[in-house]
């Protein structure tokens, strides 16, 4: 498995609650059931102006097939280049069920 931190430095002046919506509607409408994604954990910190996601993949290949995807080239378009590192993972726990948290 493979995790991967995707990260957007955002201006100064976003609405972060608008964000926050922005997350929940990408969530339901695009990444369940994304192929070869297990987990994504939409994040945000008002303080550093980042946006983006914690990933955790099946494989390299999934992610690189999202990285090539129409669904993050709009991502890009919307929010500007990103900050992307990726990571294998040596072990994983993972409770069962998604969280709304807004």
Do not use: C
Not at 4 to 21: C, E, G, H
Not at 30 to 44: H, S
Not at 83 to 102: D, P, V
Request: no cysteine; proline share 2%.
């Amino acid at each position: 498995m493979i995790a991967a931190s995707i990260l957007f430095i955002l201006p100064k002046d976003t609405d972060w609650n608008s964000i926050r919506t922005v997350a929940l509607q990408r969530a339901t409408e695009y990444y369940q059931g994304l192929e070869g994604l297990r987990t994504k954990i939409f994040v945000l910190n008002e303080e550093t102006g980042e946006y983006g996601g914690l990933y955790v993949w099946e494989n390299k290949e999934a992610l690189e097939t999202f990285l090539n995807s129409e669904l993050f080239a709009g991502s890009k378009q919307k929010f500007g280049e990103p900050i992307i590192h990726t990571f294998e993972i040596a072990a994983l726990i993972e409770e069962s069920k998604l969280k709304e948290l807004y």
